[in-house]
C-alpha cells in the first residue's frame, strides 16, 4: 500500500500535472461533443478524440496518482504502460481523418485504409508484446515513469513528431482560407503543437532535471489550451 506521504515532491508534481493535463483535454473532448451534437459534423468528434487521446500518455500517472490518493493502489507495470500507451497511437488515426475529411475528402477512404492498417498494427504489436512480457516494452520507475523499450521509445518519439507534421499541414491550410477567423485559427493551432512535440519531447529529455522538466511540462500544458482557444475563442 502506497500513501501520498510516500510519494516525493518531484512526484507529487508530475502526478498533480498529469491530472491537471488529461483534465483539461478531457474538458476540450466534451466541449468538441456539444459541438458535435449541435452541427452534427463528424469532423468535431474525431478532432475531440484526437485531443484526449492525445492527453493519454499521461493517463499512467493521473490514474495511479488518483489510485494512491482514493486506495492507496499504485498501478503494476502492466496496467501503467496500457493506460500511458495504448490509446495514445489512436490518436494519429483520428488526427488524420479530421485531416482528410477536412481537406480531400475526395482521397478520404484510401489514406484511411492505409493509415489505419499500419497505426493499428504498430498498437497490436504493442499490445501483444504487454501481453507476453510487460518488461520487454517498458518498466515503471517509482510510481510515475516509465522506462521505455526501445519499441516503445520509437513509438513515444515518433507520434509526437507525426502529430506535428500533421498539425503543420492543419495550420497551413487553415491559414491560406479567405476567412480571417479560420487564419487565425491556422496560426494558434500551429503555436499548440509546437508546444505539444517540445512539451512532450522534453519532458523525455529532461525526466531528472526539475528546473528544466518544469519549463516543458508548462509548455506541454499550454498546448492543451492553445488547442482551445484555436477552436472556441479565435471566432
Sequence with gaps: MVTFNDLNPQEIFTGIFAVI?????????LLFLKKYFNSKRIEQLSLGLTWVLLSSGWWGSAFSFLSIIISGYAFRTFEFLFLNNAFFILAIIFWIY???????QDKEKNILIITTIIFSTLDAIFICLLIIDPTSVGQVNGYFYQDSGIYLSILNYLIPLVSFILGVFFSVMSIKHDEPSIRKRGIILLIAFS????????????ENELILLTIMRIILLSSAIEYYVAFFISH
Design 98 to 104: 479530421s485531416f482528410v475529411h477536412i481537406f480531400y
Design 21 to 29: 493535463f488529461v483534465s483539461i483535454s478531457v474538458f476540450i473532448g
Design 195 to 206: 508546444s505539444l512535440l517540445i512539451g512532450a519531447l522534453g519532458s523525455e529529455l529532461f
